[in-house]
């Protein structure tokens, strides 16, 4: 009953967005379709030269959201590599929790705040306005379902683009596509399968794993206290600071401190640690799929830029990095 | 192509559009030995090698002090002036004590010239010297050759958008594009 209200719901702002033509009102419907829709279904997900399908199980009852991710495949080589089992990942509300078969070992690594896949795009759209343009698309169909194509446009260099395809008449998020500026597609996230869920049994949000292995927390907690003496004197446009922690990595001897920063829907890291004797500065640039890695030195310190964004606002936010006790100085 | 990565090195050319000299420099030869190079003098002119700067502070003084001797090497211009003589019954004649005050300035000028690149060489080669010490285990490494997976997996663990969790092993497998 519940789906058939929010369905109806959502059908009725589907006819008034079609009437009015607007694209930013289809993105808004899309991305609480994702997160109050009952749905399973099986999607795959592209970066670079990795693949892997996910199994998603997804339920709103009276206003508590509860997932379920399973990968079904994994990277043989990764699993040669590093031993590991595909992954099991649950999120309840905002807390996540993923567990992974490591060596005989259980490892339940603990997370907060992520959007997953189909809830990608953020249900206050006002914050990727400036940054995007949106406009319809053809009509096309995805996993057996009809998706209305929209274009969110990276008005400047500072982002990629995206196309996404959201069914015709729930608007859940069906298929997902990032592009670069030479309209190059860099990763690719789609349902290959997809039903409602009728029923409100939630007997499937318990792990699978075998709980006679032995298990262990990951240790990769943010340290509480953050105090830096650095700031992104100039912010690429469009970005704000969404978070600040100082971050006990291991096999370093000093907390790194992390700022995150996002323009709605993409997001970068940036990375400060004293360099310490015997420690080997790194510098330059690098490409892993949509992914950009940016280096340099500044004062003794090393500054690593990660995002998924174009190398322009990596290098930027990069360059942008400076001292506080220099900007007193300078004044 | 020196000049370009000179411009690189300097932040006057953009790194987006230096794709061709990195793989250049990447791949060895002369451009690399640049790259050392131009990174070496930068060091140099910012003071960043240690101990470089007081020897050339010394050098420099000890040359200021110095008095440079003009007085030309006898047998050497008795040399110019024969060579010079032979050259004046081939060509036109002409004055003899114009041509002795120009191979005199010719000779003082060489002799200024050889001393200065004498410092040069002795300090570069003692720069040289000085930086190959340190650079065994502070010269910066390419962040390509040494992908620093932590921060790649910390960036993913806390982005507000998390579609790499699925792959996460399997991204970091990539290291060698």
């Known amino acids: 009953m519940k789906l ?18 607007d694209a930013w009102l289809a993105l808004q419907k899309s991305a609480h379709a994702a997160r109050e829709l009952n749905y399973q279904g099986v999607f795959v997900y592209v970066n670079g030269k990795q693949t892997s399908s996910v199994q998603v199980t997804h339920m709103n009852t009276a ?8 990968v079904l495949d994994n990277n043989p080589q990764a699993s040669s590599a590093n031993g590991n089992q595909p992954r099991e990942v649950y999120s309840q509300g905002s807390d996540i929790v993923i567990m992974q078969q490591k060596n005989q070992k259980t490892v339940i690594e603990k997370r907060r705040g992520q959007n997953l896949f189909p809830a990608m795009l953020p249900t206050d759209l006002r914050s990727i306005k400036a940054s995007y343009s949106a406009n319809f698309g053809a009509k096309e169909y995805v ?7 929209i274009d969110l446009i990276s008005n400047d260099a500072f982002r990629y683009s995206y196309k ?3 069914d015709a008449e729930y608007g859940l998020l069906l298929k997902m596509t990032l592009v670069d500026n030479k309209n190059k597609t860099l990763e690719q996230i789609e349902f290959t399968q997809l039903s409602t869920l009728n029923s409100q049994d939630v007997n499937w949000f318990q792990p699978k794993i075998d709980v006679t292995k032995s298990y262990e927390m990951q240790n990769n907690t ?3 206290q953050v105090h830096s003496n650095w700031i992104v004197a100039e912010l690429p446009i469009g970005y ?10 291991p096999g370093k001897v000093m907390p790194v401190d992390q700022v995150i920063f996002s323009d709605g829907i993409g997001s970068v890291s940036v990375f400060v640690e004293p360099l310490i004797k015997g420690m080997r500065p790194k510098m330059g640039q690098m490409s892993i799929g949509s992914t950009n890695v940016c280096a340099r030195v500044l004062d003794g310190y090393q500054v690593t830029v990660v995002g998924e964004v174009p190398v322009l606002p990596c290098l930027q936010i990069a360059k942008a990095v400076s001292f506080k006790k220099q900007t007193a100085a300078d004044k | 192509m020196k000049d370009q990565l000179s411009a690189l090195i300097d932040g006057e050319l953009g790194i987006e559009s230096a794709e061709h000299l990195i793989a250049s420099t990447k791949a060895g030869g002369e451009l690399k030995q640049c790259w050392a190079h131009y990174h070496l003098i930068g060091d140099v002119m910012r003071g960043e090698v240690n101990n470089s700067h007081s020897i050339s502070a010394r050098v420099m003084a000890a040359l200021e002090n110095e008095p440079i001797i003009f ?3 006898a047998s050497y211009i008795q040399n110019t002036i024969h060579s010079d003589a032979l050259e004046a019954n081939t060509s036109a004649p002409s004055g003899a004590s114009t041509r002795y005050a120009k191979s005199y300035q010719n000779i003082k000028n060489n002799k200024l010239w050889s001393v200065a690149a004498s410092v040069a060489a002795v300090m570069f080669v003692g720069v040289m010297v000085l930086q190959l010490n340190q650079a065994e285990e502070l010269a910066p490494v390419e962040i390509a050759q040494s992908v620093p997976m932590e921060y790649l997996q910390a960036h993913q663990a806390a982005a507000p958008n998390g579609a790499a ?6 991204s970091f497998s990539e290291q060698k594009p």
């Not at chain 1, 209200?5 to 033509?21: G, K, P, T």
């Not at chain 1, 206003?63 to 399973?70: D, K, L, P, S, T």
């Not at chain 1, 996993?143 to 194509?149: K, L, M, P, S, T």
Request: hydrophobic share 55%; charged share 15%; glycine share 4%.
């Open chain 2, 71 to 73: 007085s030309p090497n």
């Open chain 1, 63 to 70: 206003g508590r959201e509860m997932m379920r991710n399973v």
């Open chain 2, 165 to 170: 969790i699925y792959i996460q092993n399997a």
């Open chain 1, 240 to 249: 704000v600071k969404v978070e600040h922690r100082a971050l006990a990595v």
């Open chain 1, 222 to 224: 943010a340290v509480n």
């Open chain 1, 164 to 166: 996404i395809w959201a």
């Open chain 1, 143 to 149: 996993a057996g379902r009809e998706a209305q194509v």
């Open chain 1, 4 to 21: 058939f209200a929010s369905a109806l719901f959502l059908s009725l702002i589907s006819a008034s967005c079609l009437a009015s033509d």
